[in-house]
């Protein structure tokens, strides 16, 4: 509770988010935030809207709030939430020890070598608002001295695996990332970097029982992103 109030406070200096009001522990560790109307993103997809519009706000949104929050990039940290993810998916022995041997080729490229940020951390298309702008929700896994692209890999995979057509699927991810990076140059790392987040991505909703009849689906799209280290 304490922790999201004061990120909530942190990162309004670059982003909108809802106001933080008032904390009180003693009704279950309440978190009170000013209302913001406007639908999710995820709402306006099931509904069958453009996410062009939304998706562009989104992608200055983060890089407001990562630009402004630059800082060395600790990315053991990144390795040991992956391991965690892994770990909640209870993988059989030999499929856990080819998702490790893939980890061990990205943690020795050098694809991952930059600044690391504070990044929103659940980059879900639940924790957006549209209203004409973008209102970012739910800072509670915010993390410093993280690698920016981790918000891109996770939200590109919830585009991924939402059902839809996957020319659309990525369609918006070239759209976010392209609206994120400020040169061709970014664009080309950037998306070079991607893969690796969004098996994250893919891992994190694999491990969800609601998502139990995709399962399959999402390992294999989690190994086949991680392998992308080997093009």
């Given at each position: 509770m304490k922790n999201e109030f004061s990120r909530l406070r942190r990162v309004s200096g670059w982003i909108r988010?809802?106001?933080?009001i008032a904390t009180n522990s003693r009704f279950k560790s309440v978190l009170v935030t000013e209302y913001?109307?406007?639908?999710?993103?995820r709402e306006l997809l099931d509904a069958g809207a453009s996410l062009y519009n939304p998706l562009t706000g989104v992608a200055h949104l983060l890089r407001r709030l990562h630009d402004g929050t630059r800082t060395s990039c600790k990315r053991e940290r990144d390795f040991a939430y992956f391991h965690a993810i892994l770990d909640q998916n209870n993988l059989p022995g030999s499929r856990r020890k080819r998702f490790d041997r893939l980890l061990g080729a990205w943690w020795h490229s050098t694809r991952l070598d930059r600044e690391g940020c504070t990044v929103h951390g659940d980059a879900t298309l639940s924790n957006y608002l549209f209203d004409g702008g973008v209102c970012a929700i739910d800072f509670e896994g915010a993390r410093n001295h993280t690698h920016p692209v981790r918000d891109l890999g996770i939200l590109a995979a919830e585009l991924r695996a939402s059902g839809g057509s996957i020319s659309t699927a990525e369609d918006y991810i070239g759209h976010l990332l392209w609206h994120y990076s400020r040169s061709e140059e970014e664009f080309r790392h950037h998306t070079a970097v991607l893969p690796f987040f969004m098996a994250l991505g893919h891992l994190r909703i694999?491990?969800?029982p609601w998502r139990a009849a995709e399962r399959d689906w999402l390992l294999a799209e989690a190994e086949a992103c991680l392998g992308a280290i080997h093009r």
């Open positions: 988010v809802p106001h933080a913001v109307p406007g639908p999710t993103l694999a491990r969800l």
